[in-house]
C-alpha cells in the first residue's frame, strides 16, 4: 500500500541516560532538621509549635505510610519561618512516649474489621468528662475510657462536670474501689484544683458531647472562645468541636516550667476496644482481676464455670461492674454494638 513503510530499530525513542539521575534507596540524613510540636491538624497540613510560634507542615514523602497526630514532637526541614505561605517538611517522628487509640464506631469498618484511629500520641493524662446531669453519666463510657487509659499507659483524671444539678455520691461509689482520681466542676467554681492537676502536662479531655468540655476549655484559656453546644431533646449532645487541637495553657505564676497542654477532642458517643488485648481489657477492671484466679483454664469470663459470678455475689466487686465488664468483651468481639455497649 502507498505510504507504508517497515519499522525498525531506528525508529525506537531512547531516552539519554546521560540527562536521568541513578536510582538510590539512601535517604537524606535531615542532620538541619529542628524538633516541633504538632498542635493541630487540618486536610494534610500540620501545624507545628517551634520556639513559641506556629509553623505550617506538610508531610515528607519518606515518611510513607506513617501517620502524624496531634502530640507528636516531629523534626521540620524546609520553610521554618512561620511566614504566611510558608511551608516545612516533617521528616521524623520522634519516638512516642504513650498512644491513645481508639476503634471507630460499628459503621465506620472495612472488609478487613473496625478501623483504629490514633487519637493522640505523647499524652500524660487521660481527663474523662461526664456531666452528673444533662446528659445524665453513663459508667459504661468512662469504663472503656479506663480501660483505653490503662491499655495506653496514661493516667486517668475523672472529671464530673455540672456538679450543681446533681448529686456525686453515686457516680463516686461506683469507682471508689478503683481509687480513680476525682474532681468535681461547678460553674462558680475556680477550677484551681484542675489547674493544678492540668500544670506541665499533656491531658487529653475526652467526652460525649454536651457535658461540658468546651466550656471547661474557655475558662482554663479566657479569650479562646471555642464554640459551646447544647443537649438535644432527647438528652445526646450536639458535637461542637471537630478536631482535636492541642491548646497551651497560660503561665500561672513567675515560673519557668511549661505550663502544659490541654488536648480538646471532638465530642465522641462511643470509644470501640477492639484494638484492646483481652488481658488488658480485664485489667481495665481491678477490683475484678483477683476474682479470675478460681477461674478453669482459658475461661472466657462470659458466664458459666467463670468464677467471677461467685466472686461478685461475695460482694468482692459491684455487679454492675461486672455486667459492664462483660458487654465490653462482647462488644470487642463484635457481639454487642458499639454504642449500645454504653
Request: aromatic share 4%.
Amino acid at each position: 500500500m502507498a505510504g507504508q513503510r517497515d519499522w525498525d530499530e531506528d525508529d525506537v525513542r531512547v531516552r539519554p541516560t546521560g540527562s536521568s539521575r541513578p536510582r538510590t534507596r539512601k535517604r537524606p540524613s535531615h542532620a538541619d532538621a529542628t524538633e516541633g510540636f504538632v498542635f493541630a491538624v487540618d486536610r494534610g497540613r500540620y501545624t507545628v509549635e517551634m520556639a513559641g510560634e506556629p509553623v505550617t507542615a506538610m508531610r515528607a514523602r519518606e515518611l510513607g505510610r506513617k501517620s502524624v497526630v496531634v502530640g507528636d514532637r516531629v523534626m521540620l526541614v524546609g520553610d521554618i519561618t512561620g511566614d504566611a505561605g510558608a511551608l516545612a517538611r516533617i521528616v521524623r517522628i520522634s519516638e512516642r512516649k504513650s498512644v491513645l487509640t481508639r476503634t471507630a464506631d460499628d459503621d465506620d469498618t472495612t472488609p478487613e474489621g473496625r478501623l483504629e484511629r490514633v487519637v493522640v500520641a505523647n499524652a500524660d493524662q487521660l481527663v474523662i468528662v461526664s456531666a452528673l446531669a444533662d446528659p445524665p453519666p453513663r459508667t459504661g463510657f468512662i469504663d472503656r475510657c479506663l480501660v483505653a487509659a490503662y491499655d495506653a499507659d496514661i493516667e486517668p483524671l475523672l472529671l464530673l462536670t455540672k456538679a450543681d444539678l446533681a448529686d456525686p455520691a453515686a457516680v463516686i461509689d461506683y469507682y471508689s474501689t478503683l481509687e480513680v482520681p476525682y474532681l468535681l466542676s461547678r460553674p462558680d467554681d475556680d477550677l484551681a484544683e484542675l489547674r493544678a492537676a492540668l500544670h506541665g502536662r499533656i491531658s487529653v479531655l475526652v467526652g460525649h458531647s454536651g457535658v461540658g468540655k468546651s466550656t471547661l476549655v474557655n475558662r482554663l484559656i479566657p479569650g479562646l472562645d471555642r464554640a459551646v453546644g447544647v443537649v438535644s431533646a432527647i438528652g445526646k449532645g450536639r458535637h461542637t468541636s471537630t478536631s482535636a487541637v492541642a491548646l497551651r495553657l497560660p503561665q500561672v505564676g513567675k515560673g519557668k516550667k511549661d505550663p502544659g497542654w490541654i488536648i480538646d477532642t471532638p465530642g465522641v458517643r462511643s470509644f470501640g476496644l477492639a484494638h484492646v488485648s483481652a488481658d488488658s481489657l480485664l485489667h481495665g477492671f481491678p477490683d475484678l482481676v483477683e476474682g479470675t484466679v478460681e477461674c478453669p483454664p482459658n475461661c472466657e469470663h462470659a458466664g458459666g464455670e467463670c468464677a467471677l459470678d461467685a466472686w461478685v455475689a461475695a460482694g468482692n466487686a459491684d455487679p454492675r461492674r461486672l455486667s459492664s465488664y462483660r458487654r465490653l468483651l462482647a462488644s470487642r468481639s463484635g457481639g454487642v454494638p458499639v454504642a449500645e455497649a454504653d
